[in-house]
């Protein structure tokens, strides 16, 4: 299968307009044009998902333990703030204030591909992130990732 279709991959620039809705990257559009779920992300991003990639995470975490606090509370954050969205047909979602308030997102935004999801950055924020992994990054090892390299 075409990796086009199967992953998200990239980083992209759209802005947010006034009415919080985001323009999604035209190279992503056609895996999303059925909708998205939204959801809190690690390091205060959003994570955007296909409906089926979401329905497949679902399955897997569904099998975690209720009775681990840990696991119960990163649940919660991410279902409690999730949204579906379907994209207008000029490709725009609409972002819930609740995530915008939880990514910082206010005009400049960066999406980028991550397998199967994408991520919603505020900007300066992902400039951060990026520049904070850049060592991170050139260090990789096997042990982090056991069998990749």
Known sequence: M???????F?????RLDDKGRLFLPAKFR???EQ????TRGQEHCIYGWTTESFNEF?????????????ARNFLR???SGASSETPDKQGRISVPPVLREWASLERECTVVGAMDRIE???SRRWEEF??????????????????IF
């Open 58 to 70: 679902t399955d897997r975490v569904r099998n975690t333990p209720f009775t681990n606090r840990q």
């Open 77 to 79: 954050m991410l279902f």
């Open 130 to 147: 990026s520049s904070e992994q850049e060592d991170e990054f050139a260090d990789m090892s096997d042990e982090v990732m056991p069998g």
């Open 30 to 32: 056609p895996r999303l």
């Open 10 to 14: 990239g980083t992209y620039t759209p």
């Open 2 to 8: 075409n990796p086009d279709v199967t992953n998200f």
């Open 35 to 38: 909708g998205v779920i939204l």
């Open 120 to 122: 919603i950055w505020d």
